[in-house]
C-alpha cells in the first residue's frame, strides 16, 4: 500500500519535474508555495492587482507586502518604489501595472538570493513604449523566426486560446515589456479584416492586465485590396475615409490599441512613393486618424530605394529632407545600424540627425544573422554598444540612448522596439541561451543604464542557478559570445557575406547577377588584388559624411577608424600594418581563427557545467556547441580560402589550417549543422 502511495506521488509530480527542466519556464523559475499565503495588502483592485498578488502569494516566501497606490508626478510613469524592514515590504507606485512591476522585482529579487530587509528601491522605465515586433505571419509561419510557429494560432482564434499567449504576457510583465506588434511589418493588408480584428482583440484583452498593448503591423494599399478604392494614394479621400473607419472600427475592439508599425516603400512593399508622395504623407494620414484615440505610428527608416549609391547611405538620404514634416504622434523606428543587424555594424546615421523628428531604435533579437536557433550569442552587448554609441549630434555625450530616451531632447513619447525571438518550441526560442536576448531587450528597455554584465547575471541565476561555479564561467562565455561570432563571420567590419535567402551561413563568392547589386555579397567586401573592404570615404561612397564631426573624420581617415570598423569604412590594402603589428591579411586570418578557438573553449567550459543543472538543459545546449564549433569551422574555411584567392597571400603557420575545400564549400546548398 505504501509502495503504491509513492507511485501515485511520482506519478503526480513527474510533469512537473520534466516541466520544470525543458526551458519552458523561461526565467520566471520562482519557487512554489505549497499553499498561496495570503501576504499582500493593498488599496486598489484590479486584475493588474490581482496578477500581482496571485504571484506574490504562490511565489513569495519573505515577509507581507503592501501594494500601496501613492501620489507621484507623471514622469515617474510606471515606476515603483519599495521600501523594506525585516518585518514588512512595501511597494508603491503611481499605478497598478507598477504594483505588479515592484512585485515582479522583488521575486526577482528573491530569485538570485538578495536580502529584502533594508530594501530602498526606486525603479522607473527608461523608455515609454517597450515594444517586441513579430514577424508573425498569418498562416503561422515567422520571418526570420527560428523556434517554431507563432504562438498565436490565429486559426484557433478567436475560440480557441493558446494557455501560452498568457504565458507570454506574464514573461514579458516580469522584465517590463508593455507592448507588442502581434504580425510581419512584411504585412498581409487581411491584418486589418473584420474577422481577424476580433481575434486580435481576444489577444488584446489576455495582454491588457499584464500592461501589454497590441499594435499592428499595416499594408500601405490594405484600403485597395481591402476596401475596394481606386488607389491606396493618402491624399485621396476615399483612402483617408478608409483609414477613419477603420480606426473606429478596431478602437470599438480594442479601446487602448496601441497603433501602427508601418513598413512601406521598402523591400517591394507598397507605400505613400506608389502615389508620388513621401513617407511624411503617408505616416500623417496614419497619425491623423489614429489621433483622437491616443495611437501612434511607428513608421519604419528600413529602406534602400533602387539606386546606385552606397546602400549605406539611402535611409538618410530619404528621411533627411522629411525632418520636422511628420505629426507629433509619428516615431521614425530606425535599425540600430545603416545596413541590416548585421554581426557588427556602426550605428545609423539617422540617429541624432533628425532633430524635429522623435526617433526610436529597431534592434533583432531573432538571429537573422547570427546563427539562427543555433548559435550562442548573448546580443545585450550589441545592444549595449549601439545605444553607448555617441553620435555628436548635440555635442559630446549625444548617445543613442540620451537621443532616444528623451534625455537630449524632450519627446511627447519614447519609445524602443526588437524583433522577437519566440515561438511555440518548448523553450521558446530554440537556444536555452536565446531567452537572455528576450530577457536583455526587456531589461534594456526598462533600463538603459545597466551594464551587459549585471543582466546576464540576473539572468543566469534566475534561469539556471545561484552555483558561482556555473555562474562565473558562464557569464563570462555569454559576455565574450557576440565578439567570438564576429570574429568566425565578419572580423573588422565586414559585412553581409552572408548566403543569399537563408542568412545562414558563408558565401562571400555571392554574386547574384540580375538582381540587386546590393544583395550580393561581393558587393559589400569588394575583394579584389589590392585588397579587402568597402571604401566609404570621401574618395569612396562618402558615407563618412552623413555622420557629425569629429566622426565623419576619425571614420574617414583609415588610421583613425576603430579596427573592428576598418573594412566597413575602407578598402584596406593586404598588407596595411594593424596596430598590433600584424597585416590586414595576417589579422583577418587570425580573428577567424580566434573565433573557432573560442567556441571551441565554450565547449569545454560547458562540459564541465553538468553538475550544477538538468540533464536535459545541459545536453541541448551542449549539442548547439557542436553545432557552433563546426559553423565557426565552416565560416573560416570559407571566408580565409576565398579570401586567399585574392590576397595571394599564406595562411599564417600559427593558424589552424582549413580542413575543407572551397570548391566543396562553394557546393554547400542547405546550411551545414542547420535543424531548423
Ligand atoms: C521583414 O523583412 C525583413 C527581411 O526578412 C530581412 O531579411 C531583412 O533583413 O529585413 C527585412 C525588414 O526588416 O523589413
Redesign the pocket.
Known amino acids: 500500500m505504501k509502495n503504491f502511495r509513492h507511485y501515485i506521488l511520482l506519478f503526480l509530480i513527474l510533469p512537473f519535474i520534466a516541466f520544470a527542466e525543458d526551458g519552458s519556464q523561461l526565467w520566471l523559475r520562482y519557487p512554489v508555495n505549497s499553499k498561496p499565503r495570503n501576504i499582500v495588502n493593498s488599496n486598489s483592485k484590479s486584475p493588474t492587482l490581482e496578477i500581482a498578488k496571485k504571484e506574490l502569494n504562490n511565489h513569495w516566501s519573505g515577509q507581507p507586502i503592501d501594494l500601496k497606490i501613492d501620489k507621484f508626478p507623471d514622469s515617474f510613469k510606471d515606476g515603483y518604489k519599495i521600501i523594506s524592514t525585516p518585518k514588512k515590504i512595501t511597494v508603491l507606485a503611481k499605478t497598478d501595472l507598477g504594483l505588479l512591476y515592484g512585485s515582479y522585482h522583488l521575486l526577482n529579487l528573491q530569485q538570485q538570493k538578495g536580502s529584502f530587509s533594508n530594501l530602498n528601491i526606486e525603479e522607473k522605465p527608461s523608455y515609454d513604449i517597450r515594444i517586441l515586433n513579430h ?1 508573425d505571419n498569418l498562416d503561422g509561419t515567422i ?2 523566426g527560428y523556434a517554431g510557429h507563432s504562438l498565436w494560432k490565429w486559426e484557433d482564434l478567436p475560440n480557441k486560446i493558446s494557455p501560452r499567449c498568457e504565458e507570454y504576457a506574464r514573461a514579458n510583465a516580469s522584465v517590463g515589456i508593455n507592448a507588442t506588434v502581434l504580425n ?3 504585412a498581409s493588408p487581411n491584418m486589418l479584416r473584420e474577422d481577424y480584428l476580433k481575434k486580435v482583440k481576444v489577444l488584446a484583452d489576455i495582454f491588457r492586465p499584464y500592461g501589454i498593448k497590441v499594435y499592428l503591423a499595416v499594408n500601405f494599399s490594405s484600403p485597395k485590396v481591402l476596401g475596394n478604392t481606386k488607389d491606396s494614394d493618402p491624399l485621396n479621400k476615399d483612402v483617408q475615409k478608409w483609414w477613419k473607419d477603420k480606426a473606429s472600427e478596431i478602437y470599438k475592439l480594442i479601446p487602448d490599441f496601441g497603433g501602427f508599425l508601418v ?1 512601406a516603400n ?2 517591394g512593399e507598397p507605400g505613400p512613393q506608389d502615389y508620388g508622395r513621401t513617407h511624411a504623407d503617408g505616416a500623417n494620414m496614419m497619425a491623423d486618424v489614429l489621433k483622437p484615440y491616443g495611437g501612434i505610428v511607428m513608421w ?1 527608416a ?1 529602406v534602400y530605394s533602387p539606386s546606385s549609391d552606397d546602400r549605406a547611405k539611402q535611409a538618410y538620404l530619404e528621411f533627411m529632407p522629411l525632418d520636422g514634416k511628420f505629426r507629433d504622434n509619428v516615431i521614425i523606428q530606425i ?1 540600430n545600424g545603416p545596413v ?2 548585421q554581426p557588427r555594424e556602426p550605428f545609423h546615421p539617422l540617429f541624432g540627425a533628425m532633430k524635429k523628428t522623435p526617433q526610436m531604435v529597431e534592434f533583432q533579437i531573432t538571429q ?1 544573422y547570427l546563427g539562427h536557433s543555433n548559435h550562442l550569442v548573448y546580443l545585450a552587448p550589441l545592444f549595449k554598444e549601439n545605444l553607448d554609441s555617441d553620435t555628436y549630434s548635440d555635442g559630446k555625450g549625444s548617445t543613442i540612448a540620451k537621443i532616444t530616451d528623451g534625455t537630449l531632447r524632450s519627446a511627447k513619447f519614447t519609445a524602443i522596439s526588437a ?1 522577437a525571438n519566440i515561438g511555440e518550441d518548448t523553450n521558446w526560442t530554440g537556444h536555452h541561451f536565446a531567452q537572455s536576448n528576450w530577457f536583455a531587450f526587456g531589461r534594456l528597455a526598462w533600463n538603459n543604464d545597466l551594464t551587459s554584465e549585471q543582466i546576464a547575471d540576473e539572468w543566469i541565476k534566475m534561469t539556471f542557478t545561484n552555483d558561482d561555479k556555473f555562474v562565473t564561467p558562464v557569464k563570462e562565455m555569454m559576455l565574450t559570445s557576440r565578439e567570438t561570432a564576429v570574429d568566425y563571420m565578419m572580423p573588422l567590419g565586414l559585412h553581409h557575406i552572408f548566403a543569399g535567402g537563408h ?1 545562414y551561413g558563408p558565401e562571400p563568392w555571392g554574386d547574384y547577377k540580375g538582381t540587386r547589386a546590393d544583395w550580393s555579397p561581393v558587393y559589400y567586401h569588394r575583394a579584389d588584388a589590392q585588397g579587402l573592404g568597402f571604401d566609404r570615404s570621401k574618395t569612396g561612397s562618402d558615407a563618412v559624411s552623413q555622420y557629425f564631426p569629429p566622426l565623419n573624420e576619425i571614420y574617414g581617415n583609415i588610421k583613425t577608424t576603430p579596427e573592428n570598423l576598418i573594412l566597413w569604412f575602407h578598402h584596406v590594402p593586404w598588407d596595411y600594418r594593424m596596430k598590433d603589428g600584424k597585416t590586414m591579411w595576417e589579422e583577418l586570418c587570425y580573428k577567424y581563427d580566434l573565433g573557432v578557438h573560442e567556441v571551441r573553449d565554450y565547449q569545454k567550459l560547458w562540459n564541465k557545467m553538468l553538475p550544477y543543472i538538468d540533464e536535459q538543459r545541459f545536453s541541448e545546449v551542449k549539442d548547439k556547441l557542436k553545432i557552433q564549433a563546426e559553423d565557426a569551422v565552416w565560416w573560416k574555411d570559407a571566408c580565409l580560402l576565398y579570401f586567399q584567392t585574392y590576397s595571394n597571400r599564406p595562411i599564417p603557420d600559427n593558424i589552424e589550417k582549413p580542413v575543407h575545400k572551397l570548391e566543396d564549400l562553394k557546393k554547400i546548398k542547405l546550411p551545414m549543422g542547420h535543424h531548423n
Do not use: A
Request: hydrophobic content about 30%; charged content about 45%.
Open positions: 514577424w520571418e526570420r510581419n511589418v512584411n513598413k521598402s523591400e519604419r528600413f535599425k541590416d543587424f537573422e524583433v542568412h
